[in-house]
């Protein structure tokens, strides 16, 4: 049974339709990262490769709900995932409501290896997202 995690939900002051295309297409990932992690990240519109330590993973979109919610899964991982992004109304003018789901098929020791810092790390990616809509964006990130 996949291990679940939800983030917490974090409101971005962006539109639903705007935030959402800033992730519908794989290359813009890689255009948000700072310039010196880019090295070894390549991506097209629906997938995206990295090799980080010698260790190569890979995703690729399986869904796209536009202004809604955007499925990636694993594609060539040692495990198998899916991740969920979803873009609600905030009810504000201008506002979206960000959160991030993610199911991991994980053996027991992975699961209390990964576990909390999976966890840990949703919610790192709502909150620096939160704050560059704000403005607090760190240095080499853009939205």
Do not use: W
Not at 12 to 38: C, G, I, T, W
Not at 64 to 70: A, D, L, M
């Amino acid at each position: 049974m996949p291990a679940v995690y939800n983030s917490k939900h974090g409101i971005v002051s962006r539109m639903p339709q705007e935030l959402y295309m800033s992730f519908v297409d794989m290359r813009n990932f890689v255009r948000m990262l700072p310039a010196d992690k880019q090295e070894g990240v390549q991506a097209d519109f629906d997938t995206l490769t990295a090799t980080v330590r010698g260790f190569t993973i890979g995703v690729r979109v399986t869904g796209r709900v536009p202004y809604s919610r955007i499925t990636i899964e694993d594609n060539g991982a040692p495990f198998q995932f899916c991740i969920t992004l979803h873009f609600d109304d905030a009810g504000e003018p201008g506002k979206t409501d960000f959160h991030i789901a993610a199911s991991a098929d994980l053996n027991l020791v992975m699961k209390a290896m990964l576990g909390n810092r999976i966890q840990q790390a949703l919610d790192k990616i709502v909150d620096g997202l939160v704050d560059a809509s704000e403005g607090r964006m760190p240095q080499g990130f853009s939205l």
